[in-house]
């Protein structure tokens, strides 16, 4: 550490990627950024022309050999995080893993295994759950204000078209994982339960391209599910939907509802003499949970410095990561997938047929 303070080292220089750039470079208190790494060169130095940094690589195996970093966040295609996130816990470096964590439970296991070997604290990048309004909701959920929670129904629908290499489901596990992800976790986290039950169906109705090639690609995902506490839940998810970026969430209970979600960046409305009127539609993921990032970076930085848990843990991305892959297997079997037939009928005296 230098004077104190955590250096962090940036795998992955794309959109997210500079978000935790600058939130490390010049907005988390104890902490600086040391390096960066992307394996396209021009990434990587506008990153640190950006960002006034020295220290930048195409390879990230040169940026772990750096002393000044103690930690890393990976922000790289997910088939790449298991790989790298390993290889950073046997240097000694402690990690934050953007979501999803890995392409398969086997992966999060061994980043799981490598991170306590090493003695690093491996933490995944749930911002939400740091947003002001999700963590108001979660209280309110505790205090029991709108009785037992019966119900979470989440969303996410994202304005732009899929990546080419998302086409592909066995490289990128779909939308269920680059979309809904934060869905998933959110689920887990208001139900205080894992998923038991998982029914899900896809289609592509945005993306005409990828039929050929990628006829199991969709763009548009709907998800129902059981918990092992009985309770229910529900996810859609899209990409390309063009109007804006939308994220929402429901909690229904036994005596009320919460409602989750920003859709407008301005609060104004303008009403014309056509006698219509019109509001603009939050058009960025990054602006809706910028300050989520932030206190979500900063808390990463706290649990190195304090030696605690990561209020977001390896088990937590792990758990999501079987949710998407069970949902895939759904997608295409057409079938309902059991995760956690045992514990229900062990914790709760019925079977879930």
Same mark, same amino acid.
């Given at each position: ?143 029991? =204000? ?66 050929? =090639? ?80 932030? =206190? ?58």
């Amino acid at each position: 550490m230098k004077n104190g303070k955590v250096g962090i080292g940036l795998i992955g220089a794309g959109r997210a990627g500079m978000i935790h750039a600058g939130n490390f470079s010049q907005s988390v208190p104890r902490a600086y950024l040391a390096a960066v790494a992307d394996s396209c060169k021009e990434n990587v130095e506008n990153a640190c022309r950006k960002l006034g940094i020295e220290k930048g690589y195409t390879d990230y195996r040169e940026l772990l050999e750096n002393p000044g970093v103690d930690g890393v966040v990976i922000v790289t295609p997910t088939r790449y995080h298991c790989e790298i996130a390993v290889a950073a816990a046997r240097r000694g470096k402690h990690i934050l893993c953007e979501k999803p964590m890995a392409m398969t439970v086997e992966e999060c296991g061994r980043m799981e295994e490598a991170a306590k070997r090493g003695g690093v604290k491996l933490q995944l990048a749930f911002m939400r759950r740091f947003d002001s309004a999700f963590m108001e909701a979660k209280s309110v959920v505790e205090a029991g =204000e709108i009785g037992d929670v019966v119900m979470v129904k989440s969303n996410t629908r994202g304005p732009s078209t899929p990546k080419p290499w998302m086409y592909d489901i066995k490289k990128s596990n779909g939308p269920l994982a680059e979309v809904n992800s934060h869905d998933i976790d959110t689920l887990r986290w208001f139900t205080g339960s894992e998923f038991a039950t998982v029914y899900a169906i896809g289609g592509n109705y945005r993306c005409p391209e990828a039929k050929e =090639e990628f006829p199991d690609f969709y763009d548009n995902v709907i998800l129902a599910a059981g918990f092992a506490n009985g309770m229910q839940g529900m996810i859609d998810g899209a990409q390309g939907v063009k109007y804006g970026y939308d994220a929402r969430v429901e909690i229904l209970g036994t005596k009320g509802c919460i409602f989750l979600g920003k859709t407008s960046e301005r609060s104004i409305t303008v009403c014309r003499d056509d006698m219509k009127k019109y509001s603009g539609f939050t058009n960025s993921w990054r602006y809706l949970f910028r300050d989520a990032y932030l =206190e979500e970076d900063i808390d990463f930085v706290d649990c190195i410095l304090s030696d605690r848990e990561p209020k977001v843990t390896a088990h937590d991305g792990k758990m999501a990561v079987k949710v998407v892959n069970a949902g895939n297997e759904s997608i295409v079997t057409g079938q309902i997938v059991r995760l956690q037939k045992e514990k229900m009928e062990k914790e709760h005296g019925y079977k879930n047929e």
